[in-house]
């Protein structure tokens, strides 16, 4: 799989440190518990002891509770970018949130959550006041002015061109890495990513077109895009999606209905974490520290889902249905 | 023999000395390198395992040593050391600096992938402390290799020096 290990004397600290933080990961059993956990005092005391366990020690209110999650995998991820010789197996998972702080620029906000190197706070703000030429390359690629003045009659669009954006920011990252691993995780990603995406609209009744005008380019997939808006019904686009992911589209269609985009979202999920958890046998290299943030990633989620799903005393069965599988 | 052939091959005799304990000291800083990167990260979330992995740092350190013994009993053998200097033919001479290569290559290699192997004990102890006893056993299987070698280059030298080798005895 990865027989060589060129780089080990580089990547040797961060996959060190990577070793020593693996002890924390939780196992399925874990959130099997505490999905049929009762009391919420009994919930808090086993978070105690993972990865989030210190946020909560300092004391958090209930409008910072969505967000510990995210800080949590925030800073690790951070931290983690410091510490490696290349920062893109961290910016492959950083790229979010510079995307959710470029809209909120985009739509006229100046508080911005988690910013990175990549779009740090001022130039954030010189995009809020208008500066354009600050976008990042991959959204100056497919808006022009007309795009913009778009924006003030139909903010969707700016999701649209934003989604489009994040995707070839991911394929421009993981082509900057040599890793064919990260390469086909980004791959699959962006596919299902795509898949995720059009599907969502065709259930919402939005017409298709305009994604062909603001999602696209997608390199060698504005070939797929423009096959599965040009389909007459999605019993065909388990074909021109193809390969893995088509069949987990496949697959997600015999679900009821309104679950089916989640479930698939959650197959896509575990089988790119199981491409990401390759990684794990490697002694050092990038694909050590993207196995980890990948396997982070999904234990945040999964916290979150147990966490927030219990103390809304949703019901136990759902939340075990929609756990990620786990990196232990 | 002429005196310029015998210089010749006194030459390469300290050449593969030189080759044995240079290959083997650069070999050993690079793979104790290689060890201390991982175990630093390590440290930096557990301190409290430095005992268990000092010694898998300190593994691929070996082989510097065993370059070092080889070039020492060449200088040794051949009275360069604590002695009288020997009359060493070509042949002979030629057949020392292999036998130095030979060892500063095998302690090169080996030393780099013990460092390897030791990263990845080390990595090991990281997730499982309890398996320290048996992280240090994949480190040591390299070292073997590393002593075989030196074993070899002892023997090829202690034989290639003596009166009969040099050809100094009637046959």
Redesign the interface.
């Known amino acids: 799989m990865h027989p060589t ?1 060129s780089n ?3 990547w ?12 924390g990961f939780l196992s399925r059993e874990f959130f099997l518990t505490m999905a049929g956990q009762e009391n919420t005092d009994d919930i808090l005391r086993n978070f105690q002891d993972t990865f989030i366990g210190d946020y909560f020690a300092t004391g958090i209110t209930s409008d910072e509770l969505d967000s510990v999650f995210d800080r949590c995998f925030y800073e690790m991820a951070l931290s983690l970018r410091n ?1 490696c010789p290349s920062s893109i197996p961290a910016d492959i998972f950083l790229l979010k949130y510079d995307y959710l702080n470029l809209k909120a620029a985009l739509t006229g906000k100046s508080t911005f959550l988690f910013t990175t190197e990549l779009l740090p706070q001022e130039r954030l703000s010189s995009i809020t006041q208008g500066n354009y030429s600050e976008l990042p390359q991959p959204l100056k690629e497919s808006v022009t002015p007309a795009t913009f003045e778009a924006f003030q009659i139909d903010a969707g669009i700016i999701d649209i061109a934003l989604d489009g954006s994040y995707l070839r920011h991911l394929l421009l990252l993981a082509n900057a890495i040599k890793s064919s691993m990260i390469k086909r995780y980004i791959t699959e990603m962006v596919l299902a990513y795509i898949v995720i995406i059009l599907w969502r609209a065709v259930n919402q009744g939005i017409a298709l077109k305009r994604y062909q005008q603001y999602l696209l380019p997608l390199g060698d997939f504005t070939g797929v895009v423009n096959d599965l808006i040009g389909a007459n019904n999605q019993d065909a686009w388990q074909t021109i999606i193809g390969d893995k992911i088509g069949d987990l589209f496949n697959e997600s269609l015999g679900s009821q209905t309104d679950d089916q985009i989640s479930i698939f979202n959650l197959k896509v999920s575990n089988y790119l974490g199981r491409i990401a958890r390759e990684g794990r046998y490697q ?2 290299g990038p694909e050590r520290v993207f196995a980890f943030l990948s396997g982070f990633f999904t234990e945040m989620q999964n916290l979150k889902l147990v966490f927030t799903g219990r103390l809304n005393r949703i019901d136990q069965g759902i939340i075990k249905e929609r756990l990620r599988d786990c990196y232990v | 023999m002429l005196s310029e052939w015998i210089e010749l091959g006194r030459g390469l005799c300290y050449g593969g000395a030189g080759l044995a304990f240079g290959l083997a000291g650069a070999g050993s800083a690079w793979g104790i ?2 060890a ?11 301190p409290e ?1 430095f005992g268990r992995m000092l010694v898998m740092i300190a593994l691929p350190g070996t082989q510097g040593f065993y370059g070092f013994i080889a070039a020492i009993l060449i200088m040794t053998q051949t009275g360069l050391i604590g002695g009288t200097a020997i009359k060493i033919t070509l042949g002979t001479g030629m057949a020392l600096f292999f036998v130095g290569l030979g060892c500063g290559l095998a302690q090169f290699v080996s030393a780099i992938k013990q460092g ?1 192997a030791s ?2 004990g ?3 102890i ?3 402390p309890e398996a320290a006893g048996k992280a240090i056993l994949f480190p040591a299987f390299v070292e073997t290799y590393a002593v075989v070698a030196l074993l070899a280059t002892v023997l090829f030298i202690v034989f290639l020096t003596q009166p009969l080798a040099l050809g100094l005895v009637a046959k």
Do not use: N, W
Request: proline share 0%.
């Open positions: 290990i080990i004397s580089q040797g600290f961060v996959s060190g440190r990577i070793s020593a933080l693996e002890e510490d002694t050092a | 390198a290689i201390v990167h991982q175990c630093a990260g390590v440290l930096r979330e557990k395992l390897e990263a990845a080390i990595s090991l990281a997730r499982r």
